[in-house]
């Protein structure tokens, strides 16, 4: 991952805990960006909100607001709490989400659950948003269906953040928490941002093969000029399509190096959902209606694609199907798609199913045999 760079935007953020801050000397310090914590779960309020970003808007500082993520509460509700609290206050910086508790949620229903939250606000605003995270918290806790979102990571006492299974770039990155700034009491949280943070930056690609992607890649990133139509065009689908895989709201709003997921059958221009083993989520479903539509149950949907919460799906998630929708068995050996389990490994699923890893490689354009994770999908035929 990226190492800190002198020339980027030196950067704060602050909650309740730093009371009243001078923002002047905030400012003459050499501060450029600050982001306020706004809210938490569904009620909570930062006290200092409001005086925070007036101080820091009349000294020209560039501003930012972060919401704290409560897992196992309606990510919706904290989605329109966050967006309500900010009204129409300008700001500068992507809108962010702070998780780092699993609050009794494992790893899939908890990135579930974070991706409906950051749609939610993206609806809201038709603005960016933006992941914040720890390194660890994100290699033991979320899965790589974030990784479309930007990244703000916080690992300390290092001149570079660690790799994680998720995101191979930053746009921000938190060095410490015991920073000494002045104008604020106590110790701060220092960060670096880069012109990716900002609503109207541009994020450096997350790959330096952005040139080389072809027919067989699984996502795309996206490039300048680039629109969703075009991205479509050159992978023989439709924008429709991809804004309903990628749960784009506005697909007129894609942004430099955003990760756009690819159709699994880019050849496929129809999007009926009907001729393939899986089905995309679109708004307003809800699993149970999902499988009263292809004649099978909830609990098999369920089973079938690991989901430990039936009632947290999102837009764009892909739905395994049974292999015969009007079973209820839903026995997965019987479908050319696996769904990776907590322990599973490539060589062992390979084993189970008749074939070898390095089939199960190419097949899943996988690009380490060792990095799978549970809820990741596998195409075994």
């Known amino acids: 991952m990226e190492s800190r760079n002198s020339s980027n935007y030196k950067g704060i953020d602050i909650s309740s805990w730093q009371g009243n801050v001078n923002f002047k000397k905030v400012k003459d310090s050499g501060i450029e960006i600050v982001y306020i914590k706004a809210t938490e779960g569904i009620s909570y309020v930062n006290n200092y909100f409001s005086s925070s970003y007036e101080n820091a808007k009349e000294k020209g500082l560039k501003i930012g607001f972060y919401h704290f993520f409560l897992g196992g509460i309606d990510p919706k509700a904290q989605a329109r709490h966050f967006v309500n609290t900010i009204g129409n206050r300008e700001f500068d910086c992507r809108l962010a989400i702070d998780i780092e508790q699993t609050n009794g949620l494992n790893k899939t229903s908890l990135t579930s659950a974070a991706i409906i939250f950051?749609?939610?606000?993206?609806?809201?605003?038709?603005k960016g948003i933006v992941v914040y995270t720890y390194t660890n918290f994100a290699r033991t806790s979320l899965d790589s269906r974030l990784g479309i979102y930007p990244l703000w990571i916080a690992e300390y006492g290092v001149s570079r953040p660690a790799s994680n299974p998720i995101w191979n770039q930053w746009v921000g990155f938190q060095f410490s928490s015991t920073g000494q700034v002045p104008g604020v009491s106590g110790n701060c949280d220092l960060n670096e941002f880069n012109e990716g943070i900002l609503l109207n930056g541009q994020s450096v690609p997350e790959s330096p093969r952005t040139n080389e992607n072809n027919k067989n890649d699984k996502y795309y990133i996206?490039?300048?000029g680039d629109t969703l139509r075009r991205i479509a065009q050159k992978y023989s689908t439709t924008?429709?399509?991809l804004a309903s895989i990628n749960g784009i709201s506005n697909p007129n709003l894609i942004y430099i190096g955003q990760k756009i997921i690819l159709p699994s059958d880019s050849s496929s221009t129809g999007g009926n959902t009907s001729i393939s083993s899986y089905y995309i989520v679109k708004s307003g479903d809800?699993?149970?209606g999902i499988a009263q539509k292809y004649g099978t149950t909830t609990k098999v949907l369920a089973s079938t694609n690991n989901i430990s919460n039936p009632n947290l799906?999102?837009?764009g998630q892909k739905i395994?199907?049974?292999s015969d929708s009007s079973s209820s068995k839903g026995?997965?050996?019987s479908s050319p798609y696996y769904t990776v389990k907590s322990g599973d490994t490539l060589s062992g699923i390979a084993q189970r199913f008749g074939t070898t890893t390095l089939t199960l490689v190419?097949?899943?354009n996988i690009s380490n045999p060792n990095l799978i994770y549970p809820g990741q999908v596998l195409k075994i035929k």
């Open 239 to 241: 924008y429709q399509i």
């Open 313 to 315: 799906i999102y837009p």
């Open 331 to 333: 026995n997965i050996s």
């Open 286 to 288: 809800t699993l149970s």
């Open 320 to 322: 395994i199907l049974p």
């Open 222 to 224: 996206v490039q300048s």
């Open 118 to 126: 950051l749609e939610e606000v993206k609806k809201l605003t038709s």
């Open 362 to 364: 190419k097949l899943n």
